[in-house]
């Protein structure tokens, strides 16, 4: 039996099954911007993505702003 496999609800990368709907490296951006967030509540968009070094599409992604 072959495993299931399902895209990232973020980057989309194909990923092996999971409880997460986001590949390893997504989960970990999304912690980066929620800590980033809550040290910096009301940070501009740019700034956000400069500090963290995340593409500014994911962080996008990741707040619902799409």
Do not use: W, Y
């Amino acid at each position: 039996m072959s495993d299931f496999i399902r895209n990232c609800q973020l980057c989309e990368a194909p990923m092996e099954s999971s409880p997460f709907l986001l590949c390893p490296e997504c989960l970990q951006e999304k912690e980066q911007v929620r800590v980033f967030l809550k040290n910096h509540p009301r940070v501009p968009l740019h700034e956000l993505v400069e500090s963290t070094q995340i593409p500014i599409s994911h962080v996008k992604k990741i707040l619902g702003i799409d």
